[in-house]
């Protein structure tokens, strides 16, 4: 009997702080969010590249021989 009560109240407490660590993390991460929008310097709509991708356009031999062909009837 002792096993179930404590069981109970186990489950009960576990519930409550777990709702309270919850809620606690959701305030800080909206918290952390509101800070972040705010010190940011871009407006909202801008676009900006951070890195160019590299232009790797080399012509190849490795990629085979052009065979021209006539379509069959």
Request: proline share 1%.
């Amino acid at each position: 009997m002792k096993f179930i009560f404590f069981l109970i109240l186990f489950y009960f407490g576990f519930k409550l702080i777990s709702r309270l660590v919850y809620i606690f993390l959701l305030r800080n991460i909206t918290k952390n969010q509101a800070n972040y929008t705010k010190h940011s310097s871009k407006k909202e709509g801008d676009v900006s590249i951070e890195k160019m991708p590299k232009k790797n356009k080399s012509k190849s031999d490795k990629l085979g021989d052009y065979v021209d062909y006539e379509e069959i009837d």
